[in-house]
């Protein structure tokens, strides 16, 4: 069973001020088959904890340590995690001129798994994932995200999750930007694709509107890099009827890191 483990992690970026601390000491344990939900306010560290894991080489470690499988997640390549089975769902996704869609997936599926896929299975599978995307099929002749509606690229990220079937999920706010039919399109997706992997999912959003279609095992609210509370599903509800104003006290100190 994949478990990522995150221990004491403090992490910064080089700004024109100097070196600014983002995150201050986030511990966290995810499990394969969990979820768990990290909300907070703008700028609380949700999203440099996301871009950490994945190796944006703008954030800097300063200290603590990231495990998967028991293995230094810190001491990888962007591509050696991608094939460890890690995988980030980006809050902005980029485009990509002159890559198709097609051409995108079967090369990523490909360098993870080794070999390539038999093509008549290959294009069965994206068919079907798109179908139950609800994406039009044209769009796998098209660039990666190129013009594409920043809902159409929600989905191309699940499309993605589905078919290259990673150990666990960092989804960076899937939810902003889509509508509600498109958000229940897309959380249908990670829901699927928990189900058929059994994948640990690690799920960062301002809202719990999402939370309604993706059930969190747990969660987490980070607040100045920091995490300051963590409980089960009720926190988010609390969350939705009290807001952050209480956690922003200079004084609250982190929770310890619940060891899921």
């Given at each position: 069973?994949?478990?990522?483990?995150?221990?004491?992690?403090?992490?910064?970026?080089?700004?024109?001020?100097?070196?600014?601390?983002?995150?201050?000491?986030?511990?966290?344990?995810?499990?394969?088959?969990?979820?768990?939900?990290?909300?907070?306010?703008?700028?609380?560290?949700?999203?440099?904890?996301?871009?950490?894991?994945?190796?944006?080489?703008?954030?800097?470690?300063?200290?603590?340590?990231?495990?998967?499988?028991g293995e230094d997640v810190l001491e990888m390549s962007v591509d050696e995690?991608?094939?460890?089975?890690?995988?980030?769902?980006?809050?902005?996704?980029?485009?990509?001129?002159?890559?198709?869609?097609?051409?995108?997936?079967?090369?990523?599926?490909?360098?993870?798994?080794?070999?390539?896929?038999?093509?008549?299975?290959?294009?069965?599978?994206?068919?079907?994932?798109?179908?139950?995307?609800?994406?039009?099929?044209?769009?796998?002749?098209?660039?990666?995200?190129?013009?594409?509606?920043?809902?159409?690229?929600?989905?191309?990220?699940?499309?993605?999750?589905?078919?290259?079937?990673?150990?666990?999920?960092?989804?960076?706010?899937?939810?902003?930007?889509?509508?509600?039919?498109?958000?229940?399109?897309?959380?249908?997706?990670?829901?699927?694709?928990?189900?058929?992997?059994?994948?640990?999912?690690?799920?960062?959003?301002?809202?719990?509107?999402?939370?309604?279609?993706?059930?969190?095992?747990?969660?987490?609210?980070?607040?100045?890099?920091?995490?300051?509370?963590?409980?089960?599903?009720?926190?988010?509800?609390?969350?939705?009827?009290?807001?952050?104003?209480?956690?922003?006290?200079?004084?609250?100190?982190?929770?310890?890191?619940?060891?899921?």
């Amino acid at each position: 069973m994949s478990v990522l483990e995150i221990r004491d992690l403090h992490v910064s970026v080089e700004t024109d001020a100097g070196t600014t601390p983002i995150l201050n000491g986030v511990t966290l344990t995810i499990r394969a088959g969990d979820t768990h939900a990290i909300m907070g306010p703008n700028g609380s560290g949700k999203s440099t904890l996301a871009y950490t894991i994945a190796g944006h080489p703008k954030y800097l470690v300063q200290s603590g340590s990231i495990t998967f499988d028991g293995e230094d997640v810190l001491e990888m390549s962007v591509d050696e995690r991608a094939r460890a089975g890690l995988f980030l769902a980006m809050q902005y996704p980029v485009e990509i001129p002159g890559v198709t869609v097609t051409n995108f997936l079967r090369t990523a599926k490909t360098a993870i798994d080794g070999e390539a896929p038999a093509i008549r299975t290959w294009t069965k599978d994206v068919r079907e994932s798109m179908k139950n995307l609800r994406m039009d099929p044209k769009f796998a002749q098209r660039n990666v995200n190129e013009g594409f509606s920043g809902g159409e690229k929600k989905r191309n990220e699940i499309l993605q999750l589905e078919l290259l079937m990673p150990k666990l999920a960092v989804l960076d706010e899937t939810d902003s930007g889509l509508d509600v039919d498109a958000l229940k399109v897309v959380s249908e997706g990670v829901n699927r694709a928990k189900a058929a992997t059994g994948l640990g999912v690690l799920l960062i959003t301002h809202y719990t509107r999402i939370l309604r279609y993706i059930h969190p095992d747990y969660v987490h609210v980070m607040v100045n890099g920091r995490i300051v509370e963590e409980g089960g599903p009720e926190l988010a509800d609390r969350l939705e009827d009290e807001g952050y104003d209480r956690f922003l006290a200079d004084e609250i100190e982190p929770a310890e890191g619940i060891q899921a």
